[in-house]
């Protein structure tokens, strides 16, 4: 025993127990306190019973030799804390050179086990900086995941374990399926033994018993979980496959005969199940349904996801059924029937670059109309994928594609129904009409408000938009705002909340918030419209000389010699009170472009009568 330390004992200021404990706590060892953290033994100051301590973060902390003995936690000279006091940099190197070793060194020193959050506070900032660590932990997870000592959480909280003897990824995959209760865990398994397949050295003797398990599964659940219980078969029909002298049950359920049995539940079915799986499942339409299994082919292609129309019209390309689906697509655009996912695999631009792409000839103006149909029809139904509204924006080529070859007056009516739709902002219409106009020029007119006259060709001006006041046009763009802001998404969670009620043929509140959407909708179309011709003014310097847009007119009866003015203003100004009427009124229209003297025939309710237009001055706001 220290010397100075049977002193202390012997003069009974300390006792044997702490004087143990002491031994083990020599200067310049380092230790741990559960509060303070790391921290290196400076010295003993046996004077005032007591050890000076420089923790980390806070250097020089004098403790008494009880409260030390009992609180403090010596390090062996080879814990990763000690290793960083006496230098990060040699840590981090290490770390870098041999990961694995380096993190079983870290478990070992911590009963095999450790948290992730655990192992990040070690070595962070202590030894890296947080973005350098976590790209190292990255890629050293990697690496612990190949080697078998070691089993990775999924969960920060959980611990990772370190084993001494390493184990199979199969045998661990093998032992998470038969410890899966539920079939979503079954499937996760079943995934991983497929991709460790080769490492298993006996595979009849492992793998069998996990198909007969497999189907049981599949089986209890397949009126409950289809969809999953699908993604089951199809990854056992997959091991058997890749596997040696494997073989699904005498009696086992297959792929056709879950398609056969859920037909009528076909799209949503193969809408649950992943990705990776659609293509097997597709593949079973011809043994489950035969001489019928591209018309079901086709139903999927009308109703489905974009990723089920893609792999649906692949396989019936692959069958030779290409003018089926030319002829079905053609069907539904001419309809408006076609889906947005249909419209968005037959308008991508891979599949329309194709040069020997059989649907060439069906991008066509249209399209560009079924694309509005379907948009709409989207809208109204609340439908969130946005794809093909996506495509329409950002694709340059798509509407010049859409436009080559074709007639004038397609264009132009596809052009009518882009201007009427609701379905695209202010700015994203007026860049889609853009486009039309770049390939066609003479369809201007329409954005511009010329006509074109139908016998000489020639244009002349009709009405270049509407001319409106500012207050007015402010007026217009608030209700816009209003509408889109707060009535219309009142409007859906009204939708949302009276569906919550169920029964919807009999729900009256569904009903009414339905119908509130429709006239919602066509009062934003109305909105859109109007404010994207509208030229806002105030009416300064109007044309005196004769009755024009912006002057204030006096009229007199010539046989009722009774007087009346009128303010002619913008189309959406009105104040009868006041003489204010719109120049889209017929008494404005009757008036504008006569001078003073001249004798008008106005409208009236019995008829029309004669006035005298005695004055035209500029109108003030009073």
């Known amino acids: 025993m220290n010397p100075e330390i049977q002193k202390a004992v012997e003069a009974g200021k300390i006792s044997e127990v702490t004087a143990a404990a002491l031994e083990h706590l020599s200067e310049g060892t380092c230790i741990v306190h559960k509060s303070w953290g790391f921290g290196k033994i400076a010295k003993h100051d046996f004077d005032f019973n007591q050890i000076v301590i420089n923790f980390t973060a806070k250097p020089g902390h004098s403790m008494q030799f009880q ?21 990060a940099d040699k840590v981090r190197a290490e770390a870098s050179a041999d990961p694995v070793k380096f993190t079983a060194g870290i478990l070992t020193q911590n009963n095999n086990r450790i948290t992730q959050d ?27 995941k190949k080697d078998g000592h070691f089993a990775i959480p999924t969960k920060k909280t959980d611990p990772i374990l ?32 497929l991709r460790s397949l080769d490492e298993i050295a006996d595979h009849p003797a492992q793998i069998q018993p996990v198909l007969s398990d497999l189907e ?13 219980c699908l993604t089951l078969i199809s990854l056992r029909d997959e091991i058997v496959e890749r596997g040696k002298n494997l073989q699904a049950g005498t009696d086992a359920l297959t792929l056709p005969a879950i398609l056969l049995e859920e037909q009528r539940n076909l799209t949503a079915l193969l809408e649950e199940i992943p990705a990776a799986k659609v293509k097997r499942a597709l593949g079973a339409l011809q043994e489950a349904f035969g001489e019928d299994w591209s018309a079901k082919a086709l ?49 991508d631009k891979k599949e329309r670059s194709r040069k020997d792409s059989a649907f060439r000839e069906l991008l066509h103006p249209r399209v560009m109309s079924a694309m509005l149909s379907a948009l709409e029809r989207d809208q109204f139904n609340e439908n969130r994928d946005r794809k093909l509204h996506d495509l329409i924006i950002n694709d340059m080529e798509l509407m010049p594609d859409l436009l080559s070859g074709a007639e004038l007056e397609e264009v132009r009516e596809a052009m009518r129904k882009l201007l009427l739709t609701p379905v695209f902002e202010d700015l994203n219409k007026r860049s889609l009409l853009g486009r039309f106009v770049r390939v066609f020029p003479e369809l201007e007119a329409l954005i511009s408000g010329e006509r074109t006259d139908s016998s000489s060709g020639e244009r002349e001006e009709k009405q270049e938009g509407l001319i409106v006041s500012w207050e007015s046009l402010q007026k217009r763009q608030e209700e816009y705002e209003e509408l889109i802001n707060k009535k219309i998404p009142e409007n859906s969670r009204d939708i949302n909340e009276a569906a919550s009620h169920g029964d919807l043929k009999e729900n009256a509140e569904f009903k009414a918030a339905k119908e509130m959407q429709r006239m919602l909708g066509r009062r934003r179309s109305d909105l859109e ?12 310097n109007p044309d005196t000389a004769q009755v024009s847009i912006g002057t204030t007119v006096t009229v007199r009866d010539t046989t009722s010699k009774h007087s009346e003015t009128y303010h002619i203003l913008g189309a959406w100004d009105s104040d009868l009170e006041k003489g204010i009427i719109s120049y889209k009124t017929a008494v404005a229209q009757a008036l504008i472009g ?29």
Not at 67 to 87: D, F, M, Q, V, W
Not at 118 to 144: Q, Y
Not at 216 to 228: F, G, I
Request: net charge positive; proline share 3%; hydrophobic share 40%.
């Open 594 to 622: 006569h001078k003073i003297g001249t004798s008008v025939s106005l409208a009236s309710e019995t008829g029309e009568r004669p006035v005298e237009i005695l004055s035209i001055d500029a109108w003030h706001k009073n």
């Open 67 to 87: 409260y030390a003995a009992e609180s403090l936690k010596p390090l062996a000279p080879n814990h990763i804390l000690a290793r960083i006091a006496e230098g």
């Open 162 to 193: 370190y084993r001494s003897e390493a184990v199979s990824h199969s045998e661990q995959h093998l032992a998470a399926f038969q410890q899966a209760r539920q079939v979503k865990d079954q499937i996760s398994a079943l995934e991983k033994i």
């Open 299 to 347: 139903t999927l292609i009308e109703r489905g996801s974009s990723r089920l129309v893609a792999e649906s019209a692949r396989l019936l390309q692959e069958h030779q059924r290409t003018e089926d689906l030319r002829a079905a697509l053609d069907r539904a655009i001419r309809n408006h029937s076609i889906s947005s996912a249909a419209l968005t695999w037959l308008c």
């Open 216 to 228: 049981d599964s599949a089986r209890r659940n397949l009126k409950l979980r289809t969809a999953e």
């Open 118 to 144: 655990e192992f990040t506070k070690l070595l962070v900032p202590a030894a890296f900086k947080e973005p350098e660590f976590k790209k190292w932990w990255d890629d050293t997870k990697k690496l612990l």
């Open 529 to 540: 419209r109007e404010i994207m011709i509208a030229r806002g003014t105030d009416f300064a």
